[in-house]
C-alpha cells in the first residue's frame, strides 16, 4: 500500500482496527517516510506490539518479531550454527572415508537464521517489518549491540562474510519501560509515547475489535475500566485486557455489567490476588454505582 499522507495512514489503520490518534499517526508516517526506527513507549497492554502488526498488513509484507529477555544474546537474536547437522554430516563423510573440511562445515546450509538476520536477509524480496519487542527487558550489552546493527542493517557472520539489507526493514521497537533504554539508541528512533485512552477512544477501540458487544455493555466495561485505572493497583488493566473482558461478557451473554459478573469475571483483567482483592466486594459495587450513574 503506498500512504502518501497522515491522514491517509490514520484511516488504513482504523481500516484495520486500530484506532490511532493523530500523533501516533504522525509518528509512524515519519518513521516510514524517514526510512527511521519507531520506537514505541507506554504501559504493558496499551497497542505498541499491535502498531508493528498493523504495519505490515498495510505494507502486505512479512512480520518478524524478535522477543526481548533478559540474557538474550546473538545465537538467539542473529544466528547460530547447527550443530547437529555438522555433526551429522562429519559422520556421513567418515562413513565414506572423507574427512570433512571447515570451510563446508560452516557454509550457509548449516546456518540457523534467527530474527536480526532474518530481517536482513528477507529484505532481498521486500522489506519486512523488524518488531523488536519489549527491549528494556534485554541487557544493556545486546542494547549496544542493537544499536549497531541499526546503523547499517549488516551482519558480519566470520566465516562467511559480511550480509547487508537491500532493503532496510522497517523496524519497531517496544518498551514497557521497566528500565530505561539509552538515549544513544532512542535518538536513532522517532519516539512516540502510548498513553491509556480517554473512554471516547477506548469505546471506539472496543467497537471496532468486538463488535458483537452491546452497545450498553461496550459503554459500561469501558466506564468500569477507565475506573479501575484511578485505583491504586499493582498492575493497572490496559486495553487488551479491556478487550478481554469484553469479548467474555460477550461469550457469557451478557448485555450489561451486574456486580455479581463483575466478581466472576475479575480474573479476566486483574492477574495479582492483591488487586483482585482490592477491588472485590464494596469497591467493586462503588465503581458500578458510579458506571451507572454516568449513564
Known amino acids: 500500500m503506498n500512504i502518501e499522507s497522515i491522514d491517509q495512514l490514520q484511516e488504513a489503520l482504523r481500516g484495520h482496527s486500530y484506532i490511532a490518534d493523530r500523533g501516533l499517526a504522525t509518528a509512524v508516517f515519519l518513521a516510514l517516510k524517514l526510512q527511521r526506527p519507531l520506537f514505541l513507549e507506554g504501559e504493558p497492554g496499551v497497542g505498541k506490539t499491535e502498531v508493528a502488526k498493523v504495519v505490515a498488513e498495510l505494507l502486505e509484507t512479512e512480520l518478524i518479531r524478535l522477543q526481548c529477555y ?11 550454527w547447527n550443530y547437529t547437522r555438522q555433526m551429522l554430516h562429519i559422520r556421513l563423510l567418515e562413513a565414506r572415508g572423507e574427512k570433512a573440511q571447515e570451510a563446508e562445515l560452516f557454509g550457509e546450509e548449516f546456518l540457523l537464521q534467527r530474527p536480526l538476520l532474518q530481517a536482513i536477509e528477507a529484505s532481498r524480496d521486500k522489506a519486512p517489518v523488524l518488531l523488536i519487542d519489549e527491549v528494556d527487558r534485554s541487557d544493556e550489552e545486546f542494547e549496544a549491540f542493537l544499536l549497531e546493527i541499526l546503523s547499517d542493517f549488516q551482519i558480519t557472520v566470520p566465516e562467511i562474510g559480511t550480509i547487508k539489507a537491500v532493503k532496510p526493514p ?25 498513553d491509556y485512552p480517554s473512554f471516547e477512544k477506548e469505546l471506539d477501540i472496543v467497537q471496532a475489535k468486538v463488535p458483537a458487544a452491546p452497545e450498553q455493555l461496550a459503554r459500561q466495561v469501558t466506564r468500569y475500566i477507565q475506573e479501575l485505572r484511578e485505583a491504586d493497583l499493582y498492575k493497572l488493566p490496559g486495553v487488551a485486557e479491556t478487550l478481554d473482558w469484553t469479548a467474555a461478557l ?46
Open 170 to 194: 522497517v523496524v519497531v521497537l517496544t518498551s514497557n519501560r521497566t528500565r530505561e533504554v539509552h538515549d544513544a539508541l532512542k535518538r536513532r528512533c522517532i519516539y512516540y509515547w502510548i
Open 250 to 295: 460477550v461469550a457469557l451473554d451478557q448485555q450489561a455489567l451486574t456486580l455479581d459478573v463483575v466478581h466472576d469475571t475479575l480474573g479476566v483483567i486483574l492477574k495479582y490476588q492483591d488487586d483482585i482483592g482490592r477491588i472485590n466486594g464494596e469497591t467493586a459495587r462503588q465503581i458500578l454505582d458510579r458506571v451507572k450513574a454516568s449513564e
Open 70 to 80: 533478559e540474557g538474550l544474546d546473538v545465537n538467539q537474536a542473529v544466528y547460530e
